[in-house]
C-alpha cells in the first residue's frame, strides 16, 4: 500500500518560512515522478513544484520560482518544500502526490497524501 504523509504546514507572517516533509511508503521516490501541489479555498488545485524520476529536474509554478525548493532525501524516502518569503497568497492546503504525472506537474498523479495546512498572515 501506498502512503504518502504530508506535515510541517502552520501559521506564519508574510516573510516567514515552513518546511513541508511528505513521508513516502509503499514506492521509492527516485523511481516516480512525484511533486507538491496546493488548493486555497474556492481555487483549482494548482502544481506549486514537481521532480522528474528520469533526470531529477524539478519544475517551479511561476509563482514560487525562487522562493520554493523541492528536495528529497531517499535514505528516508522523504521529500521536502522549502518555503521562503511567504506570501498570504500562499495560504492553502499543500499535497504531495507521486506516479502518474508529468514532470511539469501536469496530468493525474496516482497517489496523494492527505495535505497539510498553510496559513500565511499578513
Request: net charge negative; glycine share 14%; with cysteine.
Amino acid at each position: 500500500e501506498v502512503q504518502l504523509v504530508e506535515s510541517g504546514g502552520g501559521l506564519v507572517q508574510a516573510g516567514g518560512s515552513l518546511r513541508l516533509s511528505c513521508a513516502v511508503s509503499g514506492l521509492t521516490v527516485d523511481d516516480y515522478n512525484i511533486g507538491w501541489f496546493r488548493q486555497a479555498p474556492g481555487k483549482e488545485r494548482e502544481g506549486v513544484s514537481c521532480m522528474s524520476s528520469a533526470d531529477a529536474s524539478t519544475y517551479y509554478a511561476d509563482s514560487v520560482t525562487g522562493r520554493f525548493t523541492f528536495s528529497s532525501d531517499n535514505a528516508k524516502n522523504t521529500v521536502y518544500l522549502q518555503m521562503n518569503s511567504l506570501k498570504p497568497e500562499d495560504t492553502a492546503v499543500y499535497y504531495c502526490a507521486a506516479d502518474g504525472g508529468g514532470v511539469d506537474c501536469s496530468g493525474s498523479y496516482y497517489y496523494w497524501g492527505q495535505g497539510t495546512q498553510v496559513t500565511v498572515s499578513s
